[in-house]
């Protein structure tokens, strides 16, 4: 068995039986984090190169966690104090990898685009931990794997995504990876931050956080951030909480059980409120957890990382 | 490839899968911590019949774990295609348990090699005894079986083939070759 594709750049056009294979070995994964030692040698003598060119402590950590759970080798480059900042160009860092030959590349940066380019310029497998506001795979991939830990199967299910849809990359990943799984994805929020057409894509605009309510089984809730504010997007962050916070009270009014989510960090009181975000329909801390097993399935079915070529050495 | 010959068939299966409970039962003085782990893929349907048959025999059941080796293997530098995963299932503690691995075939023993790497990262075992249904020689490494249901001389170009009932539809070891 093996995916299509030698990296992981983001979910849209990904085929469903590629992302059934990763769901299910993500299984298998979880189950090692359990074991005493929650480690196997699968990717013993395979390096693994985390470029974050823009901050993140859980993404980083889960990868890293992940990396070290398989006995890969990583190393760590971020943004601060990098050559970057002196000036060198992603192609430049890109050829440097290179000849060091690092079997897997694990990247975060804020141009959408990215990790496309630096897979054309590299042997070695490519992951977007986050390109922008363009894709976020992994994250897609584990929301994926917990809405099935509780639904069995994500053919039908109601999934509405809130908040931010414009500036979110974890929003466009679930929608591509939830439509080709079969699932029926909404979106609603402020109508300033819901992209244009994006009906086009096959999704439900929900202008109501009520009418949302009425209908979904999952809800998977996007940080508002400080930063759109300011730009004048939405008013205040209190009228946001008004309009599309998610309250015990919404809940309770709503009449229905419905699956609780969130990427993470969470604004308490703001987006989310602490009594839902830790409550017994919320399964924010399993996201978590799955999003190390996603990630060592991922790296596994990668392959052997490098493409071979003429001149390399041979694998020990 | 063509098969060759039956080198069992069910019959001779079963009489084997007899003997062998019998063996581990005698060696073992019964059945105290005793774990009998069977390897995916076959290895884990003759573990449960040996537990099925120990419970005949003495009346007691004693736990089953499965083992997928597969993330121990020392060959996938080799392999373009990811071997599909599956579960390991070992619900009891293997710390001062005496474990019988179970295997249909033994040939090369770098599956035991890492069955037995699998178990130790699990805890530590009192003791780990190997029994399986064919011995076809060939070892790369020096593992034997405590428990062998019969050895069959195979040269390279063969193959020793298990037909499980639950998988394959009916109980049989093949030679192909």
Redesign the interface.
Known sequence: ??LESRHLLGLEGVPRKDITMIL??A???K??LD???P????LRGKTVANLFFEPSTRTRFSFELAEKRLSADTVNFSAAGSSLSKGETLKDTARNIEAMKIDFVVMRHSAPGAPHFLSKCLNSAVINAGDGAHEHPTQGLLDMMTMRETFQSLQDIKVVIVGDIQHSRVARSNIYGLLTMGAKVGVCGPSTLIPRDIENLGVTVYPAIEDALAEADVLNILRIQLERQKKALFPTLREYRNLFGITRDRLDRSGRDITIMHPGPINRGVELDSDVADGDYSVILDQVTNGVAVRMAVL??L??GRQKIEGDDH?? | MKVKCVIMDKDDIARSLNRLTHEILERNHGTDRLVIVGIRNRGDMLAKRIIQRIHEIEGKSIPLGLLDITLYRDDFQRLTDRPVLQETDIDVDVTDQKIILVDDVLYSGRTIRAALDALIDLGRPALIQLAVLVDRGHRELPIKADYVGKNVPTSVHEQVKVKIKELDGDDEVLLME
Request: net charge positive; proline share 9%.
């Open positions: 068995m093996q299910d070995t299984v298998s994964f189950k090692v074991r005493p030692i480690k196997v040698p699968t596994y079915l392959g052997g694998a020990a």
